[in-house]
C-alpha cells in the first residue's frame, strides 16, 4: 500500500513539474510535428481518480499551437457537463508565437450551452466552451479543467491521436485508483504508434512525436485507424443506479432489470386496441408490421433526454398518451405492443449513423442510438422505431451491417443486423430517348432502386414539386445543362422495398451540330465520372464502403437526314474492384441502344492497390464521357 501511495504522489509530482517546465513558443518547431499539421498538440495530460464506485474527478491539461486558420478548431476547449456532473476548475491562457501571455479565461468568460440541438425536447446535457478569435498565427492555448462524477460507467477513453492534421508532441493518460476498484482496459490499434506503456497500476500512458496524419479519401474509417485506450469498471454506477458489466450477459441483465421492464406496461384499452388490430391476421411477423405501421402513424420522434443518463426509456403508458418519443421511448412503445398481442421483441444498442460496432469483447456502455429486434425463429427482422416512412424490417445505411446488443431477460446477446451487399443495392434505369433536329433531347425515365440505392432514394416522395424539379437539375442530372423537369410519378412498393421513378424531361442544346454532323454523349441519365484523388505516396489502406451495381439500357432516336455510321466497339472491364460492360448497338436506320452495367464490390484493400483502383475508375469516367456522332444525310 505504501509503495501505491508512493507511485500516486510520484506520477502526480511529475505531471506537475513537466506543467511549469513547458516550453510555451511555437518558434522553431522541428519539421517532424509542423509537416501536414494544422495545429500541434504540446501537451496533453488525462488524469482520473477513482475516488469510490459512485465518484471519479477527471483533471485535463491541453497546451495546444494553432498553426493556421484551420488549426482552430483542434483546439478543443469545452468541458461537458449534467447535472450528476460538477464542474469545479476552467480557465485558459493564450500565448503569441514568443510564448508571452497575450489573454486569460476565467470559468466565467466561458460560453455554457445546451449540448443538444433544437430537436430535443429535455436535456440536462450542456457545455462549457471557449470562443477565442485569434489576431495572428500561430498562437497556443492552455486549457485546464476539472470535474467531478457520480456516474462512472462512462470512464474517458484516451485517443492519443484524436484527429487528423494534428500532431502530438506530448501526450499523458493516467488513472489512479486507490479503493482498488476492478478496472478493465482495452487496447485499439496500438502497433504502429509510439506509445510507451509507463506503468500498469495505476495505469500510466504515454506518446511523444507523433507526426500528423493526413485524411485519404476511401480510407478505413479513423475509429479503426487511430489508437483508442478503453477504460471501464466491473461495477459501476448510472446517475444513482449501481450497475455491473462483468460480460455482455450481465451487462444485458442489468439494463433490462434495471431500466427497461418497469417501463413496457400499457393501460388496458390500449391493450385492447392492439389485440383489435390484429385480431384477423395469423402471422406473427404480420402482425408485427400491422403494430410498426399503428406506431409510424400515431407517433413521432422528438429526443427526450431524461432518466438515467439518457438510457432509460419514457415509460410506454407516456409515450401511448404524448404520441412523441426517442428512439428508446418509440422503441419501448413498439415492444410493449408487441407484448400485447404475443410477438417476441427486444431492445437492441447500436453505434448510428457512424458504422461501428458494439465491442464484443469489451462489455460497458455503448451505442448511440436503439432499435427493436425480432428474433423470428432465427430469421431476425430489425425495426427503426424512430421513423415514419421506413418500411417493416428495413434499416437502410443508418444501422444496417454492425454488432448490437439485443436485451434479453436472460442477458445480452451480440447479434449483427442485416447486411445490404453489392449486387442487392441495385438501380436500373430504362428510357426512351428521341434527339430533335435542333440538338434538344425529349426523355421518359424510368429508374428502378432496391437495397441500399432504395434507402437513398425513397425519401425524395415527401419533397415539394419545386424542390424536387431543383434535385433532379441540380443534383442528379446537374451535368446537363438546360434540362427541364417536365412531370415526375413515383411508385414506392414498401412490400419488397423498391422505389420507381417516372420522370419525362426535355434538355434543349444538348447536341453539338455543325454542316456535316451531329455530335452527342450517349450516356444521357446516369453518368459516373467519380475519379478517386490522386495519392502520390498512399498510407492507408483502401475501403470501399459500400457495394451497388447501375444498369442501364437507353433507346436513342436520331433525327430526320442523319444516319448512324461507325459505333465505338463493346467495351468490357473485370477487376477486384468490379466489373464494367458498356454497348452499343444499332437496332435499325433511326435507332440505337445504349447498355450500360457497372458493378463495385464494396472491401477493404491494401494500400498498394489504390492506384489500381483509381485506373479502374478512370477508364469508367472516360467511357460516361463517350461521344459519338451522326453523319448528316
Known amino acids: 500500500m505504501k509503495t501505491y501511495l508512493f507511485c500516486i504522489i510520484a506520477s502526480i509530482f511529475c505531471l506537475t513539474a513537466n506543467t511549469q517546465n513547458f516550453n510555451l513558443s511555437s518558434n522553431n518547431l522541428p519539421e517532424l510535428l509542423t509537416n501536414d499539421a494544422n495545429a500541434i498538440v504540446r501537451k496533453h495530460t488525462i488524469e482520473i481518480t477513482l475516488e469510490a464506485v459512485d465518484k471519479m474527478v477527471v483533471k485535463e491539461f491541453r497546451a495546444v499551437t494553432v498553426l493556421n486558420k484551420d488549426g482552430n478548431k483542434k483546439v478543443q476547449a469545452y468541458v461537458n457537463y449534467n447535472n450528476d456532473t460538477k464542474v469545479n476548475n476552467l480557465s485558459a491562457r493564450v500565448y503569441d508565437s514568443n510564448g508571452k501571455e497575450i489573454k486569460k479565461y476565467s470559468k466565467s468568460k466561458f460560453k455554457d450551452v445546451s449540448a443538444v440541438d433544437g ?133 444485458g441483465l442489468w439494463m433490462n432489470d434495471k431500466l427497461i421492464k418497469h417501463n413496457v406496461s400499457l393501460n388496458e384499452a390500449t391493450i385492447s386496441e392492439a389485440k383489435n388490430l390484429v385480431k384477423d391476421i395469423e402471422s406473427d411477423m404480420d402482425k408485427a408490421k400491422a403494430i410498426y405501421e399503428f406506431v409510424q402513424n400515431k407517433t413521432r420522434y422528438i429526443s427526450v433526454q431524461v432518466g438515467i443518463g439518457g438510457w432509460e426509456p419514457i415509460p410506454a403508458k407516456e409515450v401511448d398518451k404524448l404520441g412523441y418519443g426517442d428512439c428508446k421511448g418509440l422503441t419501448n412503445y413498439t415492444k410493449a405492443l408487441l407484448d400485447a398481442v404475443g410477438v417476441e421483441s427486444y431492445h437492441t444498442l447500436v453505434y448510428a449513423p457512424v458504422h461501428k460496432d458494439i465491442d464484443k469483447d469489451f462489455s460497458s456502455l455503448q451505442g448511440t442510438h436503439m432499435i427493436l429486434n425480432l428474433p423470428n425463429n432465427g430469421n431476425d427482422i430489425w425495426l427503426e422505431c424512430t421513423s415514419q416512412i421506413h418500411p417493416f424490417g428495413f434499416l437502410g445505411s443508418f444501422t444496417d451491417d454492425r454488432n448490437v446488443l439485443v436485451i434479453t431477460p436472460e442477458g445480452g446477446i451480440i447479434k449483427r443486423t442485416t447486411s445490404y451487399k453489392n449486387e442487392d443495392n441495385i438501380q436500373t434505369t430504362k428510357a426512351k430517348i428521341e434527339l430533335t433536329k435542333e440538338g434538344n433531347v425529349i426523355g421518359d425515365v424510368e429508374i428502378t432502386s432496391k437495397g441500399i440505392q432504395y434507402a437513398y432514394k425513397f425519401p425524395i416522395e415527401n419533397k415539394s414539386e419545386e424542390d424536387l424539379k431543383k434535385y433532379y437539375t441540380s443534383d442528379v442530372w446537374s451535368y446537363n445543362n438546360n434540362l427541364d423537369v417536365k412531370s415526375i410519378e413515383f411508385q414506392n412498393d414498401k412490400d419488397n422495398i423498391e422505389f420507381k421513378e417516372n420522370i419525362s424531361v426535355t434538355i434543349n442544346d444538348y447536341a453539338k451540330i455543325n454542316e456535316n454532323e451531329f455530335l452527342f454523349r450517349v450516356n444521357v441519365f446516369n453518368k459516373n465520372s467519380y475519379i478517386p484523388k490522386r495519392y502520390r505516396d498512399r498510407k492507408f489502406p483502401l475501403k470501399i464502403e459500400r457495394g451497388y451495381k447501375d444498369v442501364d439500357e437507353f433507346t436513342i432516336t436520331i433525327p430526320e437526314n442523319y444516319s448512324i455510321q461507325q459505333l465505338p466497339p463493346k467495351k468490357e472491364l473485370d477487376s477486384k474492384f468490379g466489373e464494367y460492360t458498356m454497348e452499343i448497338k444499332k437496332l435499325d436506320d433511326k435507332t440505337l441502344l445504349y447498355s450500360k452495367s457497372i458493378f463495385i464490390k464494396e472491401g477493404v484493400y491494401p494500400k498498394t492497390e489504390y492506384n489500381s483502383y483509381r485506373k479502374f475508375r478512370k477508364t469508367i469516367a472516360k467511357q460516361e464521357n463517350l461521344r459519338i456522332a451522326l453523319q448528316k444525310n
Request: charged share 20%; proline share 8%.
Open 119 to 251: 430537436g430535443t425536447l429535455y436535456s440536462d446535457s450542456r457545455v462549457k466552451y471557449l470562443e477565442h478569435t485569434p489576431v495572428a498565427y500561430p498562437y497556443t492555448i492552455i486549457f485546464e479543467s476539472e470535474y467531478t462524477n457520480s456516474t462512472t460507467g462512462f470512464i474517458p477513453s484516451w485517443y492519443p491521436v484524436d484527429t487528423y492534421s494534428t500532431s502530438v508532441e506530448s501526450a499523458e493518460y493516467k488513472i489512479l485508483n486507490p479503493q482498488r476498484l476492478a478496472i478493465k482496459t482495452k487496447e485499439k490499434n496500438f502497433g504502429t504508434y509510439p506509445i510507451q506503456k509507463i506503468t500498469k497500476d495505476p495505469i500510466h500512458y504515454k506518446i511523444e512525436n507523433q507526426p500528423a496524419l493526413k485524411y485519404e479519401n476511401s480510407s478505413i474509417g479513423f475509429s479503426e485507424l487511430m489508437p483508442c485506450l478503453l477504460v471501464g469498471l466491473n461495477n459501476f454506477t448510472l446517475k444513482g443506479v449501481p450497475g455491473k458489466a462483468d460480460n455482455w450477459k450481465e451487462f
